[in-house]
């Protein structure tokens, strides 16, 4: 690796630099529409004539006639969660290293899911970004000819790097102003230094540019309606996003190119054909452990005294199993949810078949874990699911049963009034309090369904005091579900539910969108939820529902 040449002087100039950007807050959107951005082939529009095919559905379920115009919710402008950014970076530049993962700070969250759409960019993520855009460029010159298959000292070998490296860094053409500026800063870091040093100095600011940071999608500026299409670069991007959590690849930029892209149908070619691509494993782990709560398992921690075996490498392993086991059900099985939720069996090593009683691979290998099926049933029985919803010494009823009210039956509840003293033991108690009554009769019976499961998610069969345990219950309001006898009979009955079948639809079209919908939305949503019901719950496609919706091909021209 060479050493660092000087910041170069011009990189503030705010066509190249993320400090231009700063005005870019979810107010000032409209504001990117003057900075000369052209979509090229995609800015003609969308077939809406066939938003609505491979439903499955019969005549009755097909959405009312005021869903045949299209209509979305509000979009705001966000930047690349620490996520993308480092798979982008990993296809952009061949650089595996994990960067935002270890350096940026932590994703802000819209509608339960990173979005980084809340706020104004700080001057501490602006230095984070810029010393990331530094080292960058300086990894990944440090072998040019991995980057560069020309000479870097000929103006036309320049030209070229900077046209086709410019497209796939801003995941579109660039403009011919761009073009030229990037020339012209590769010229000067020429004069200066030398060719490679020129082009290196292009990358970085590409790096630092928010056409690189941010999910930019103008609105052209003749445009009369309230909703438009996205052209066909900014679809090939928001689909790549949705299900590689990184940039489009060659056929996503050819199928952008010619502008087929804008028909539903090459949509959903496309988008089969990224869920068979093993990339697509970053959006499945990454939807699932924000959605099961599961991020950063190694961070909790627990009684040693009462959990000996409990470690920081325990819990990694724990929480690469619910990875491994979502892998495997939606890309190599039958991608079913009912799958998901009640599958007796799991992928894990001895150590975590230890900590379900059951026969584990040898040494270090991973595999099928059978788990009795009278103890286990999918996601919810999991270590990580149950070990990240629990105190250092006691499982908690009120985060098990949160969750399946909240993630799984999509019925948010308030926060305990102010004044209302917060007591995080499992306390029969407040069922009887006047003021925490009516929140924790919907909580606590789910939550204490779980009790057969302890802080880390041992099964056990009685209290600490050996007392048996009472694990039946009720979640009170959903008929479909009702009383149940123990977590794995709840396990079934939720994936049963219609109830949990249309929120699950709903949790992928926010973590798809990063946002949360709206009643613009609400005819995207219907459909995408038939589909899903038609498909046996089937993941994959809801994936591509959601793909071929109106709301994820459209935007509000007023953002």
């Known amino acids: 690796m060479f050493a660092r040449t000087p910041r170069f002087p011009n990189l503030s100039r705010p066509g190249w630099v993320l400090a231009g950007s700063l005005s870019l807050t979810v107010g000032c959107y409209s504001g990117l529409d003057g900075a000369g951005l052209d979509s090229g082939a995609g800015s003609a ?20 006639a005021s869903c045949a115009d299209p209509s979305v919710g509000e979009t705001p402008l966000r930047r690349l969660t620490r996520v993308e950014y ?37 001057s501490t993520v602006l230095a984070q970004y810029a010393r990331a855009a530094e080292d960058l460029a300086e990894l990944a010159f440090a072998d040019p000819s991995a980057l560069v298959a020309c000479d870097p000292d000929q103006s036309a070998c320049a030209s070229t790097f900077v046209a086709d490296f410019g497209k796939r860094a801003f995941r579109r053409p660039l403009t011919l102003d761009e073009l030229a500026e990037y020339v012209a800063l590769y010229e000067e870091g020429r004069s200066s230094w030398n060719g490679v040093t020129g082009l290196r100095l292009v990358v970085q600011a590409m790096l630092l540019s928010p056409h690189f940071l941010y999910h930019v999608e ?22 790549s996003y949705f299900v590689w959590s990184s940039m489009p690849d060659d056929a996503l930029f050819a199928a952008a190119d010619s502008g087929v892209l804008l028909d539903p149908d090459e949509i959903e070619a496309q988008t089969r054909r990224m869920l068979d691509d093993p990339r697509a494993q970053d959006t499945l782990a990454s939807f699932h452990r924000q959605w099961m709560h599961v991020e950063g398992l190694g961070d909790h921690v627990k009684d040693i005294d009462l959990f000996p075996s409990w470690t920081p490498e325990l819990a990694e392993a724990a929480e690469a199993e619910t990875v491994a086991f979502v892998e495997e059900v939606i890309r190599n099985g039958d991608a079913r949810l009912q799958t998901l939720l009640t599958a007796e069996w799991t992928i894990g090593d001895a150590r975590l078949a230890a900590l379900y009683g059951v026969e584990g691979p040898a040494d270090d290998l991973e595999g ?21 919803k629990a105190h250092s010494a006691q499982s908690s009823w009120v985060e098990r049963g949160l969750f399946v009210r909240e993630s799984l039956l999509c019925q948010p509840l308030p926060s305990p009034p102010p004044g209302v003293e917060v007591n995080d033991a499992n306390d029969p108690a407040r069922l009887e309090d006047p003021e925490c ?5 919907l909580i606590d019976p789910i939550g204490r369904g779980f009790d057969n499961y302890d802080a880390v998610g041992t099964f056990v069969t ?4 050996g007392n048996p345990l009472d694990v039946e ?3 009170v309001g959903v008929p479909s579900v009702g009383n149940f006898d123990d977590a794995v009979s709840l396990a079934r009955s939720l994936a049963e539910a219609p109830e949990v079948h249309d929120c699950v ?13 709206d009643s613009g939305d609400a005819c995207s949503i219907e459909e995408i939820q038939t589909v899903f019901a038609h498909s046996g719950q089937d993941v994959r496609e809801l994936i591509v529902a959601i793909a071929r919706s109106q709301a994820f091909r459209h935007r509000k021209a007023a953002d």
Not at 220 to 230: G, K, N, R, Y
Not at 373 to 387: D, N, P, V
Not at 437 to 441: D, P, S, V, W
């Open 218 to 239: 103008p609105i052209p500026s003749d445009v009369t309606t309230t909703v438009v299409p996205l052209g066909a670069y900014e679809l090939a991007s928001r689909l």
């Open 505 to 517: 639809a709903e949790q992928w079209f926010r973590f798809a969108t990063r946002r949360a919908h």
């Open 437 to 441: 009554r009516a929140c924790h009769l």
């Open 462 to 465: 009685s209290d600490p005091e």
């Open 45 to 64: 529009g969308a077939d809406d004539a066939g938003a609505n095919d491979g439903s499955g559905g019969d005549d009755d379920d097909a959405p009312a």
């Open 86 to 122: 480092d798979n982008t970076v990993r296809d952009l530049l061949g650089i595996a290293t994990p960067i935002a993962a270890t350096r940026f700070s932590p994703d802000e969250k819209v509608a339960g899911y990173a979005a980084n759409a809340l706020a104004p960019i700080s």
């Open 368 to 388: 099928v874990l059978q788990l009795d099926g009278s103890q286990r049933a999918g996601l919810m029985t999991q270590i990580a699911f149950l070990a990240s």
């Open 473 to 475: 219950g009720e979640v």
